[in-house]
């Protein structure tokens, strides 16, 4: 290597290494954890969704398993779908507090309904599995 090269990388890994040294403050980092951060609420949203479509899906399977159970389950299901749908349509409307809480309250109230439908169809088709043998 001649000795212009060797200066001239040596004066280059010195300027990196200084560089590298400096707070600076980087707003792009900022914009990155909003982006990040909006990712994540979407992915949260999005596998919420896919539960409430799994739960549709298992109710319908309860329509040939226990019909009179699905009944019940079902104008449970469809009362609490359409209170979430109007409460959707005031929710912009009240303080972050009352957001938060009805928020968590329909999500609640969601999960243990569809625990409760799990649940069903599970020890429906146990039992037809034990009446099978």
């Known amino acids: 290597m001649t000795r212009t090269a060797y200066c001239l990388t040596a004066t280059l890994l010195l300027a990196m290494t200084l560089t590298g040294c400096q707070k ?20 949260k949203k999005q596998r919420e969704a896919e539960r409430i479509q799994q739960c549709q899906h298992e ?21 609490l779908m359409s209170g979430a749908a109007q409460y ?12 938060e809480t009805v928020d968590a309250l329909y999500r609640y109230r969601i999960s243990r309904t569809c625990a409760d439908i799990s649940a069903t169809m599970m020890t429906s088709l146990a039992d037809r599995g034990e009446r099978i043998q």
């Open 24 to 43: 600076v403050k980087r707003p792009v980092t900022a914009v990155n954890k909003i982006g990040a951060t909006e990712t994540i609420e979407q992915d």
């Open 59 to 79: 109710l319908e399977a309860m329509r040939n398993m226990d019909p009179e159970k699905y009944k019940k389950f079902k104008l449970e299901f469809d009362t």
């Open 88 to 99: 959707a349509g005031v929710r912009s409307s009240v303080t972050m507090g009352t957001q």
